[in-house]
Each structure stands twice: as structure tokens, then as C-alpha cells.
């Protein structure tokens, strides 16, 4: 077995602390205390991530880093940041008498520091450096998968790490997951596992498990360091206490909007389409009351929009602005947002996802928002460009909106509590952790341990199967049946040695063929094992694409890999309608036909696919026409399974630990019962090396079968144990009936 435990010890990623100690007079002067501390934590770490609030420096920490990174190395270091970031970063890298190289491609690249936008880093090899520094590292969280997936691959060997942006959105642990995975620490898979759960069949909705809270942030904080302002940390905040921030609201009449919604006066609009159809119809309204604001000072203003025809009408009524589109060149983007920041142009047009992030312009005082977005992040990152460290005015705020889209302000002000809620949590156990200098990760083991329990015609083995199956005599298992893990779809525990935590399938085929071949030497020659199972749908936060990935296929090849044959196999079918309710799965959605019906698919049923060992079965299975009828045959004998109750499972609600997990899908009862009447006899040991909460063995001792179970995790073997004896009580209190009625 010590090839085994050396493949559980591959399947744990290295520790993150691979840094070096600094004495605090290394750094430079110019830096604040809570600047310096950070830096020597990020450095003594060695991966790490600084969520720091705007204005708290993040610039200088992070050349910083890198600074000492190309010491310590010898090597170079890249600075990805978003567009015109750049260069305002080179030009403070002076400030700390550093010289940073701003470079569009790989040929341009020089000893020491190199600054580039993300748009670039295909022209790069990130091979050649030695460390990487994420700017505004939210970008970890793109949704679609392709620049997040990009930027964790390129460096993943890349010895120092810095990821450096605000505060996390309120409640994404994904994007905490992204963060994580990027630096080396645990794989969002991982983390899933260890501090998350989701119920029912919902795969995309992931909570925080309720017991695991205090666990989890204690985690966080030892390869992130969340600041909002310096005292959160005990520095004092002297210059970063902010001068006062006013928002403003100015609401705007549509009746034409009225006119549409058969009114009187103007409705809050509640779904996407009216929200857009409100933000069209008020357009003009809301263009002249902000250009009639801004046309009757002289100050410089900084003026958001989100629709191209917004940009396109302010521009026209506030004479000397420059609107940046998405359309400009970058050269035109630089240079229009650097000649703000320098005061030479008055008046700055653009959208929250163009100029939003990065910039520093507290040469400005005055915001405004032409209409607002659902996005909370984007609505506080682009006040933030003004009211930030620097700043020594009052920064006033105004919010032109018409009177249908209150509604959404009143989402992004309810999102902005969400924030603040989770930057109380996260900074809580920062001080903690922060100022005891708690500052290295790793994974929790969890205890490993091998526990027997067993009662009438039953035995519980609470362990992991590889292991067990050893103790198990061959030649000796009549039948098995089971639902095994679906690779990384779901995650049971946070343990190696949880076939479910496998970040690839490729993982998870090989931590599998421990066990299948065991599976055969256990089983009586020419008798079968049967294992359900479904296709797996991926995904592009996942993996980068849409599409389903054949997992029955690797399941089956695994299986004749070790000398199993393919004996059979039935569909079993389930309702797409049910499927797209919970999954909100893109290819089963209607609307999409009209969109483009190229990404529709059918549902994804589940399989009972049936193996058998070589050689002669010794012990037959024989009916007869009353056990078996002519009927109930041609019912079994169906390669499809139409009335299959995907809802009759074993109860489960006890399965849960400290009243939060429970098992995500056990295995119907329907298909164990036809399964174990097909090719059982009485008698039969019937064996599951994934038992779950019993739901085989249930089946097995009310058809007056034995069974064998092994399970890994505590709580479900211990409600599988409940559910066993109960069987045991249940086919016992039958028997005893069913004489008395003889006599």
C-alpha cells in the first residue's frame, strides 16, 4: 500500500510558505507602518494575496514585493494591471526609487521589474520570471472562465505569487476560491470540500458550511491580508481618515415609461427588460439634469454612464469633455485618463468597467452617475477613484436615475450592506490572526481511522474503501452495487483520501483503479457488480467551456482496464423539466432556442451499468415464472427505465453533522431493489464499497440478503449503521409475522 499513500500525499499541494524574512529597515522609508508589516508578511509567505481597500497603498506594497523578489532571486518579476494602470504605476515605482519597465512583449522584457496590461500576457512567457503581481486581481473572478483559467495555468509554477486588489464582492467565495487556487493554496474544488456545502441538487449554489465559519476565515487569513483601514490592523490612520463622502439622488419623471406601464405616475420596474426600457425612455431626461449640473461650475468632474448612447449624449452637452469608450484605442484610453488625473481635461465621460478600476484621481471631488447598474463593485470602485487616500475635499456623489429604476438602486445599496457585513467577518479574524503573526498555510488533516460496526446479516466499515477492501476475502462477494463518487461534482469530505476530491478526471481515474481491481478479486467468478452514474456537465467557470464530459465512459474503462467485462447496461430516465428547475442549465433552457438552439441539448439521464468477472458462476441465479413474471421481465429487460421514482430514497435527514450536511444523492431504492432481484439469491453478500447512508444494505437485508458496506465519511456512517439495524429490526419483526400466521 505504499504506493497508495504515496499517491494520497501527491494529491496534497505544497505548503504556500516559501518566502524569506526581511529585517523592517530593508524596506523603504516612504512606506507607511501597515504598508511595511504587509509587505514583510507578503514576502515572508511568498505567495499571498492583499485585499486592501482603495487608497491603502496596494501600488507601493506591491512594487515593493517586487523589488525584494528580484533581490532575493536574482530573477525578474511581471506587474500584470488593467489598462493606463501601468503607467501610473511606473510613474510612482519612482517615488520609490524603483524602475519599473512598462513593455507590450516578451522581446521588451529587461533584468528586474516589468509592468504590462492583462490584454498582453499572451505575448509573454511567464516561464522567465521569477514572480508575478496580480493589479487589481479581481480579475480572478471572470466568469467565463478564460482569463481566470489563463492567468492560474501560465503561472502555476511560478514561485512568488502577489495578488493585490479590494475587498472581495460581498459573499463571492469564489472569487476567494480563484485567489487561492492561483497562489498554490487549496483548488477551489478543495475548498468547496472542505468549508462548503449545497443542498438538494442545486450544483451551482454553494454555502458556508455553519460550523465551519470561524474555520474558514481562520483559513483566509493565513494567505490573505483583508484591511479596510489601518486601525483594523492596530496601525494608527492619521492621514487615511477620509474627508466626508455625499450622495446625492435625483430622480427624473418618464412618461412615456408611465404611458407603457398604463399609468398614472411613473412604477419602480421590476424585471431586466423593464429596468432597460426605463433606462432607454429616460435617457434624455437624465443626460440634461447632469449636464446642467456639471455646465454650471468649473470644477472637474467625473461622470459614469453604462450605455454607449449615454457616453455619446453627454459628450455632446458638456462642452471640453472626452468620453472613453470602449471603442478608442488604448493609446487614446491611456493618455485621456493620465491627462485627468492631471488635471488637464475638466470633465471625464466613461463606463465603470472602462476607467473604473486602478486610477487615481483625487484631483477630483465630483462624481456622477448617469443612471446606475446592478453591479454594487462597480458602483463602489468607481466613487473610489476619487474618495480615496489623497483626497482633501468632500467628494460629493449624484445619482441621475428616473423614477422606474429605484428598484435598483435599492439593490446596490442592500449589496452594500452585504459588503460591509463580510468586511467586518473577514477583518475580525484578520486582527487576530494578523497580530499574533499567524502567518503560514496549509490544509487541516483530518484524523484517518478504521472502525467496524455490525448486527444481523450486516457489517459497516467505517474507512476507506482501498484500505478496507483488503480485509475482505476473495472470491467471496456475490454481488456489489453502488453510486460512485462523481469525480469532482460532488464533495463529501475534505480528505484525500475522498475519491471526490480530485481536481481532474484524470485524478480521479487513478485514485479509482486502487480500488476496482480489488473490486474483482473480492467477487465470485462470473457473478457481476453494477454502479450508477451520470454524464457530467462542465462549465466555463470550471472548465473554461460548456459541454458534458463522459464520466460513464471513464467509469467503464476503469472497469475493463482491470479485467472486467461490460455485461449490460440500462438508462435511467429523468425529467429535463425537474433538471432545468435546479440546475438553471443553459442547453435545457427554452429561451435559449431562440437565442441560438446550437447550445440546446437533451437532459442528462443516470445509468446502471452492470460489469461481470470472467470464469463460471459456482452458485446460479434462477427464478421462477411466480417470483419473476413474463411481465416484470420485459419491464427489467427495457435498455430504458421510464418509471424509475428519482424522490423514493432512504431518509437521510440525520445523516447531517452539527445540523448542516447531509448526503447530496443517494441512490433510489427502485433501482437497488431491481438490481439486487435480477441477480441476487437469498443469502447472497452483497457489497458497497461506497455505502453511504446505507442504501444498499437497506435494500439487501429486507430481500433477506447479507451486505458488507465500507464509508469514509463519520456522519454518514453512522446514520448507515441507524438505517441497518432498523432494516435488521424491520426483515426480523416480518419474519416473526409471517410464522405466527403458519402456526
Known sequence: MSDYQDFLNRKRPATVAVGFDLPPASLHPRLFPHQRDIVLWALRLGKAAIFADTGLGKTAMQLEYARHVVA???????????????????????????????????????????????????????????????????????????????????????????????????????????????????SQHEMLAMYFVHDGGSTQDWRLKGHAEKDFWRWVASWACVIRKPSDLGYDDGAYTLPPLAIHEQRVDSPDMAESQGALFTLPAMTLQEQRQARRSSLDARVAACAEKVNATSDQWLIWCELNAEGDAL?????????????????????????????????????????????????????????????????????????????????????????????????????????????????????????????????????????????????????????????????????????????????????????????????????????????????????????????????????????????????????????????????????????????????????????????????????????????????????????????????????????VNPTRTLQHESAREDADERHICPLQLDVIERALDLWTNPGDMVLSPFAGIGSEGHVALLRDRRFVGIELKGSYFQQACANLTEASRRKNQATLFDSAVSA
Open 72 to 186: 532575493h532571486t536574482g530573477g525578474k518579476v511581471l506587474i500584470l494591471a488593467p489598462l493606463a494602470v501601468a503607467l501610473q504605476t511606473v510613474a510612482e515605482a519612482k517615488l520609490l526609487d524603483l524602475d519599473v519597465r512598462y513593455c507590450r512583449h516578451q522581446d521588451q522584457v529587461q533584468d528586474g521589474v516589468t509592468i504590462a496590461n492583462y490584454e498582453m500576457l499572451p505575448h509573454f512567457k511567464p516561464g522567465d520570471f521569477a514572480g508575478v503581481v496580480l493589479d487589481e486581481s479581481s480579475i480572478l473572478k471572470a466568469h467565463d472562465g478564460k482569463t481566470r483559467t489563463s492567468i492560474i495555468e501560465s503561472f502555476a509554477d511560478t514561485s512568488y505569487k502577489l495578488a493585490c486588489t479590494a475587498t472581495p464582492a460581498p459573499n463571492d467565495f469564489m472569487e476567494l476560491g480563484n485567489h487561492s487556487q492561483f497562489l498554490g493554496v487549496l
Open 315 to 643: 459628450a455632446a452637452a458638456i462642452p471640453g469633455s472626452v468620453q472613453v469608450a470602449g471603442s478608442d484605442t488604448p493609446e487614446h484610453k491611456e493618455r485621456a485618463m493620465l491627462d485627468f488625473a492631471a488635471g488637464k481635461i475638466r470633465v471625464l465621460v466613461s463606463k465603470p468597467s472602462i476607467c473604473g478600476f486602478g486610477m487615481n484621481w483625487q484631483n477630483c471631488a465630483n462624481v456622477a452617475f448617469v443612471g446606475i447598474g446592478h453591479s454594487f463593485e462597480m458602483f463602489y470602485q468607481a466613487i473610489r477613484r476619487c474618495w480615496r487616500f489623497g483626497q482633501t475635499r468632500p467628494v460629493n456623489v449624484h445619482i441621475v436615475i428616473s423614477e422606474a429604476e429605484s428598484a435598483v438602486l435599492a439593490n446596490v445599496l442592500r449589496k452594500e450592506q452585504d459588503a460591509r457585513r463580510m468586511g467586518d467577518q473577514m477583518v475580525a479574524h484578520m486582527n487576530e490572526f494578523v497580530r499574533e503573526n499567524v502567518l503560514t498555510s496549509g490544509r487541516v488533516d483530518v484524523p484517518y481511522s478504521h472502525t467496524i460496526e455490525s448486527g444481523d446479516g450486516w457489517t459497516m466499515h467505517r474507512g476507506d474503501c482501498v484500505d478496507v477492501i483488503k480485509s475482505i476475502a476473495t472470491d467471496s462477494v456475490h454481488y456489489s452495487v453502488f453510486s460512485p463518487p462523481f469525480a469532482s461534482l460532488y464533495t463529501y469530505s475534505d480528505s484525500a483520501r475522498d475519491m471526490g476530491n480530485c481536481a481532474t478526471h484524470d485524478e480521479f481515474y487513478r485514485h479509482f483503479m486502487y480500488l476496482v481491481p480489488e473490486l474483482l478479486r473480492v467477487t465470485k467468478p462470473g457473478r457481476l457488480l453494477s454502479f450508477h452514474c451520470m454524464n457530467l456537465p462542465t462549465s466555463k467557470t470550471r472548465d473554461g467551456y460548456i459541454g458534458i464530459s463522459d464520466f460513464r465512459g471513464i467509469l467503464i474503462k476503469a472497469f475493463q482496464d482491470a479485467g472486467w467485462i461490460f455485461h449490460s447496461e440500462v438508462v435511467i430516465w429523468k425529467d429535463p423539466v425537474t433538471a432545468m428547475q435546479r440546475t438553471k442549465a443553459l442547453g435545457l433552457l427554452h429561451k435559449q432556442l431562440k437565442k441560438d438552439s446550437c447550445m440546446s441539448r437533451q437532459g442528462i439521464p443516470d445509468y446502471l451499468v452492470t460489469m461481470r468477472k470472467p470464469g463460471d458462476n459456482p452458485e446460479r441465479v434462477t427464478h421462477t415464472d411466480d417470483s419473476f413474471p413474463v411481465s416484470v421481465w420485459q419491464r427489467y429487460a427495457s435498455p430504458v427505465w421510464m418509471d
